[in-house]
């Protein structure tokens, strides 16, 4: 009787081999839509702030200050504060569409890369805006999802992953560099890059935590006969 395919011999003893689970992608999905509702939700908020008491009272406030001690806390709040609907729909269709491309891979994915480019998207800034500015948006994080998009697919060495790497280059490949741009007055390109590099950053520590660790005797699962 041929054992279970699923086991394997390691000192004379049959062992069970792990099964791998896939990648979980209905959670990431949620996870996804609930932070972008969120951003609609503060913006709401802040419409109703507007028409009740008016300019200057309003949550934008609240976005990165550059080299103020105050303005750290807006790397927090950054990414729920929008100039108006019109920028809050741009973002929120950007970060469903690469978000969700990224949640196919996982939560982890989709965590990591939110979590870094978020917060290099905010020191970033901080560091390098200019006096008297105020940086609000999420656009940091949707720079960071592109960028992770296409670098993955450079790092995996997949089809699919090349594929999807290459649509998302072609179709937001102007959009970046001109966000990048330091020449465009009243966006943050600051924030951008720093989105980028986290993005940059994100794939490749993946890529790093996906590499095959060597297996050796006396740990869990090492076996002297060869491997398939």
Do not use: C
């Amino acid at each position: 009787m041929n054992p279970d395919p699923r086991t394997f011999r390691s000192g004379g003893v049959q062992t069970a081999r792990p099964v791998p689970q896939g990648p979980r992608r209905w959670p990431a999905l949620i996870l996804l839509f609930a932070f972008v509702a969120l951003m609609w939700v503060v913006e709401a908020a802040d419409q109703v702030i507007q028409a009740a008491i008016g300019p200057p009272q309003t949550l934008d406030n609240y976005g990165v200050r550059p080299l103020s001690t105050d303005g750290l806390l807006g790397i927090i709040f950054q990414p729920f504060l929008h100039g108006d609907w019109a920028h809050l729909i741009g973002n929120s269709i950007a970060l469903l569409v690469l978000g969700s491309i990224i949640a196919m891979s996982g939560i982890r994915p989709l965590i990591s890369v939110t979590l870094i480019s978020w917060l290099a998207s905010g020191v970033v800034s901080w560091i390098l805006g200019g006096p008297g500015t105020v940086h609000i948006g999420a656009s940091g994080i949707v720079f960071g999802y592109i960028f992770y998009v296409i670098v993955r697919g450079l790092f995996s060495r997949r089809f699919l992953h090349l594929l999807v790497g290459l649509v998302i280059g072609f179709y937001y490949g102007f959009e970046a560099l001109a966000g990048l741009s330091p020449m465009l007055d009243g966006v943050s390109w600051q924030g951008h890059l720093g989105g980028a590099i986290g993005g940059v950053l994100s794939a490749y520590g993946l890529k790093r935590d996906r590499r095959p660790q060597a297996v050796t005797a006396g740990q869990p699962g090492w076996n002297s006969g060869p491997r398939r």
